[in-house]
T-cell receptor, first 111, second 113 residues
Framework: QKEVEQDPGPLSVPEGAIVSLNCTYSNSAFQYFMWYRQYSRKGPELLMYTYSSGNKEDGRFTAQVDKSSKYISLFIRDSQPSDSATYLCAMTEGGSEKLVFGKGTKLTVNP | DTAVSQTPKYLVTQMGNDKSIKCEQNLGHDTMYWYKQDSKKFLKIMFSYNNKELIINETVPNRFSPKSPDKAHLNLHINSLELGDSAVYFC????????????FGPGTRLTVL
């Protein structure tokens, strides 16, 4: 089993929809969880960063971490065409220097 | 005032050649990284340097050699290029460690013919 599993999609939604992106992981030592957004032919950029369990909200974006289920989610409300990108989850143990990425989910928001 | 820059942006070369990719960050960060993103978009860390010292060296062929002349630069040299080396290589930096926000460069698309 891979350390981090993420459905690659592609996921296509109409503008204004609520988008749910998810990752599961197997390493219970992971404590820091991140979501990166990567536009086509660009480098990833950090979107959300959460430590341990719980929710974090930033504008239209909400990140959730459920450590008991080893499951993290990113919700995008009122999705816009500019949200069309690949979303990568990433996580690390904290003491370790290694950041493990999911394969990314390609999202298209249609106007 | 680009934060993390890489050169070249595109690199097309023949098998067996040696090539280098340069990375510079002007953020004053202590830690820099090299990642490889393959054709399936899977992003994987290759190396990490903290203050010019190697701290992560993942299972990467020894044809790949990172060099950090100072903490603002982390270059990647690749010897005897192979077809499987074709990928996008991203440089990134963070203040101290992976738990800090990482800032990625625009990537270098390497194609080995």
């Amino acid at each position: 089993q891979k350390e981090v599993e993420q459905d690659p999609g592609p996921l296509s939604v109409p503008e204004g929809a609520i988008v749910s992106l998810n990752c599961t992981y197997s390493n219970s030592a992971f404590q820091y969880f991140m979501w990166y957004r990567q536009y086509s032919r660009k480098g990833p950029e950090l979107l959300m960063y959460t430590y341990s369990s719980g929710n974090k909200e930033d504008g239209r974006f909400t990140a959730q971490v459920d450590k008991s289920s080893k499951y993290i989610s990113l919700f995008i409300r009122d999705s816009q065409p500019s949200d069309s990108a690949t979303y990568l989850c990433a996580m690390t143990e904290g003491g370790s220097e290694k950041l493990v990425f999911g394969k990314g989910t390609k999202l298209t928001v249609n106007p | 005032d680009t934060a993390v820059s890489q050169t070249p942006k595109y690199l097309v070369t023949q098998m067996g050649n040696d090539k280098s990719i340069k990375c510079e960050q002007n953020l004053g960060h202590d830690t820099m990284y090299w990642y490889k993103q393959d054709s399936k978009k899977f992003l994987k860390i290759m190396f990490s340097y903290n203050n010019k010292e190697l701290i992560i060296n993942e299972t990467v062929p020894n044809r790949f050699s990172p060099k950090s002349p100072d903490k603002a630069h982390l270059n990647l040299h690749i010897n005897s290029l192979e077809l499987g080396d074709s990928a996008v290589y991203f440089c990134a930096s963070s203040q101290y460690a992976l738990t800090d926000t990482q800032y990625f460069g625009p990537g270098t698309r390497l194609t080995v013919l």
